[in-house]
């Protein structure tokens, strides 16, 4: 980080680039960890995010990274690999879908509800119930908002109840969701990783050789030390179609004696890893509803 | 089978479900593995590809599994576990987006494009060259029949030749896509797996209790017998929120001796595991474009 770039973070609140517009889940994720007063700056896209903690424009970012009903947000797992951040924490928020419309707008006066496709589907039974047009968006609060910019007094969003609040519009029915356990885990993303807590986990991705049992041989790494995989994942790469980065996230910092020799394990039995970062474990706290 | 449904069967085509409008890639992918002869028939969800199958008013389903750019199709992992049908046959496809419009629609013309937020997010740069509004659709197929029926001049859709051809539209541009080596791989449904050709795979689901060495308990059972890993992928599952279902592909058919006794191994070193299906492993045919 240069000298000026330092001169004007003092001169400011920490600022946490996230996706979406204000009111979508990730800013309520920025909130539920970093707590009111830094600044949650808005990105229109996830590349967005790596860009502006890359430029030091903002100190930290945060990504959502699996959803509890949907599974990996896939375009966050590409640009941990493309870009040179840490993953510093992670963070859970339970997701609770809301429809929003404006102050005067019934329930029975909906015919058209407005939402990312994900959201949509995710309030399935609800909506078919409601039996209005539904209609695909980018964001769920960017929907909020576009409703009540256009003054669509016919029209509803799935949202979160933040999102109502902040572009003052009424809640007209909340928990929407098919199923409600409904949660999305999100990383921390700044240019160096955490200190060891003592309860940590270390995220890496790496290649295998294309081989019977060179999977089995890496993971053995862990297993001979009694280190417990928390997450497997395999991602396609870009270049040659069905080649396949993997995931692994494990107990432990990389600074851990066990740790630092399950990274030495790997590095023989790969033939390419990276370090994502080490960060203390988020604690699923489920009944906490933003 | 029905005695009735065989006999209805006999008086038609063999029918093939598949998800989206026609023109759909999906069905592109239905007459690649079919033939032409087959009777393709739209569905509008995933789950309805799976019911279709079911009930015995389609011989076959076929539905996506993963894209070499996007990852997985989650919805579908889901379904092969809600459902109890085989997976009897899989094939890939080269996914070539196009720009489609009506006949008179000159690209400089073009201000608003339709199609599927995926197909939009893939052909991004081309579309932020071009510079004007996207608006995010259920479908690729169903955009340019929306088009068309609405008469949108001013418009066009991300989708296949196909589609353009089926709904009498005219391709703009073709190969649009940011990254050329663009393939989805289709899975086949039915209610039997396939016999075996000596060339197969075999797809299981598993969970695995939660403690250390676990997964690598149970990969020993493919690694000590040779045996190919194709692909491993964790989703979560519904019922408790960061609890995994393990998929899992390896080489040789579930009838096979090798194969036999590593699903006996397997069965040991799990909590559960359901076997999906065995089935002739696809040729990647790299050059063919639909």
Redesign the interface.
Known sequence: MSDASLMNMKARKIRVAFQGELGAYSESAVRTFFGSKVEAKPCIKFSDVFKSVEQDESEFGLVPI???????V?QT?DLLLDYDLKICGET?LKIDHCLVAHQQTALRAVKVVYSH?QALAQCGEFLQRLGCELV???DTAGSVKMIRERGLKDSAAVASKRAAELYKMKVLAKGIAD?P?N?T?FLILSEKDAKPTGKDKTSVVLSIR????S???A??E??KR????T??????T?????E?N?YIDFEGHRKDDKCTKVLKGLEQKTSFIKVLGSYPKAT?N?DETI
């Open positions: 699996e959803n509890s009903t949907e599974g990996s896939n797992y859970v496709p695909p968006s980018y199923n356990n949660y885990r294309h081989v019977p049992g999977l089995y041989k993971l053995g862990l297993a009694n280190i417990n995989l997450r497997i994942e395999s991602r396609p870009k270049r040659t179609p069905w396949y993997i699923l489920i």
